[in-house]
């Protein structure tokens, strides 16, 4: 997993690069204090940018770098626990977030559980995070009838909010490219779009509509 770290702090940001470089597959490409840095080190591939948000962020400066980079995994460092501070990282383009008690171990996990699509929080955040989404004009109610996603289609949902290619998500689910086209396509239908775009989007802004599309909650670890 290569990694990028946006801190203004420096101690903070060495700290971490000696916990994280080199341990369990993971590898630190660069340590940046600002965004503009950060796009300088975008230049080189990453799947993950830890940024920190323990001093606030900017919401724009978020939602243009994953509009940029839409297979990268953005995770906000240091959040307070709040579902209004949640909510505004998801729709800033956080994929996930570390609380600020969080361990290194926890850290790590999360790292793992974005990169491979996946949310990790509490339960108290995820009834928030539902409840929200219920409520948000983002993501309007689905007719009752023919809108529920196969679990197939879930998993390519999932994958398409990471930004994969159709050929990537035929070697990910071990498919053909043309049964990947064919689930895209039913997607497309249920979730009333006609842009691969438009599903990445909507599965980006709300990371857990895969599951509730399959009438399925996806598991949260404690």
């Given at each position: 997993m290569?990694?990028i770290?946006l801190?203004?702090i420096r101690?903070l940001?060495?700290g971490?690069?000696?916990c994280?470089?080199?341990r369990?597959?993971?590898c630190v490409?660069a340590?940046v204090?600002d ?7 975008l ?8 940024v920190?948000?323990?001093?606030g962020f900017?919401p724009?400066?978020?939602r243009a770098v ?11 460092l ?15 383009g956080?994929?996930?977030?570390v ?5 290194l171990?926890i850290?790590?996990?999360?790292m793992a559980?974005a ?7 509490s ?10 989404l ?9 007719e009752a009838?023919?809108n529920?996603?196969t679990?197939?289609e ?6 398409l909010?990471r ?7 035929a070697?990910?689910l071990r498919v053909?490219v043309?049964?990947?086209?064919h ?5 497309l239908?249920k979730?009333?779009?006609?842009r691969?775009?438009h ?14 599309l399959m ?6 670890p404690?």
């Open positions: 290569r990694i770290i801190t203004p101690l940001g060495e971490l690069v000696t994280l470089d080199g369990e597959d993971v490409e340590l204090s965004f503009g840095a950060l796009r300088r080190a230049s080189r591939p990453a799947d993950v940018v830890l920190d948000v323990s001093a900017d724009e400066e978020v994953a509009a940029e980079h839409p297979a990268l995994r953005l995770i906000a240091g959040l307070r626990e709040q579902r209004d501070d949640v909510i505004r990282c998801g729709r800033a956080f994929a996930a977030y609380p600020r008690d969080a361990s171990e850290l790590r996990g999360a559980a990169v491979a699509g996946r949310l990790t929080c339960p108290e955040i995820a009834c928030s995070l539902l409840r929200e219920f409520r948000s004009p983002a993501v309007p109610p689905m009838n023919n529920d996603l679990r197939r879930g998993d390519v949902l999932r994958l909010g930004g994969l290619s159709n050929k990537e998500i070697r990910e053909s043309g049964t990947v086209k689930h895209v396509h039913s997607i239908g979730l009333g779009v006609t691969r775009t599903a990445m989007r909507r599965v980006r802004e709300a990371p857990w509509i895969a599951y509730l009438n399925v909650l996806p598991s949260i404690l």
